[in-house]
Each structure stands twice: as structure tokens, then as C-alpha cells.
């Protein structure tokens, strides 16, 4: 936490919590609505459930997901910088 000036954090933090709500409440919407797209629905319906089995291994295949794509971006960039 920034000693120097806490009113930016609780500035920062109060804008991060206000944009969670209202994401989530979109989210309920579309939930409502049922125009929330099929993976959205497993993942609320996956929380809301709480297995806990079943959300881990839902948080390994999303993490799995970005770092994979986090290397084949990485892998791409040197060989554009290589020009190979």
C-alpha cells in the first residue's frame, strides 16, 4: 500500500470494486436472460455449485490456456524479431 498517498489505492480500489458489481451484474443479466455464452454459464454454474474439485480444475484449464498462449505469443515475437 502507497504510505505516501492512501487516497490513490482507495481511490484505485473502490473504481476496481465498482467495475467487479457491475461486470457481475451484467453477467446476472445475461444469465437471466439466457444470452450469456455457453462458457460463461459453466463458469457461474461451475462457482455457484461449490465443488471445489470441479472449480480447481477449472482455474488449472483456464491457467493452462493463458500461459500456453503466453508462450506462443513470446515464441512468435523472437522469431519476428529474428526474421527466421
Known amino acids: 500500500m502507497n504510505t505516501l498517498n492512501p487516497t490513490i489505492d482507495q481511490n484505485k480500489r ?4 465498482d467495475e ?14 439466457d444470452t450469456a455464452t455457453e462458457e ?8 455457484m455449485s461449490g465443488n471445489m474439485d470441479e472449480i480447481s480444475s477449472m482455474n488449472k ?4 490456456r493463458y500461459f500456453v498462449s ?11 524479431v ?3
Open 61 to 64: 484449464q483456464s491457467a493452462q
Open 82 to 84: 529474428k526474421r527466421i
Open 70 to 80: 503466453r508462450i506462443i505469443n513470446e515464441y512468435l515475437n523472437i522469431l519476428q
Open 14 to 17: 473502490q473504481q476496481w470494486f
Open 40 to 47: 460463461r454459464k459453466v463458469f457461474y454454474d461451475t462457482l
Open 20 to 33: 467487479l458489481v457491475q461486470t457481475l451484474r451484467v453477467h446476472e443479466v445475461q444469465l437471466e436472460t
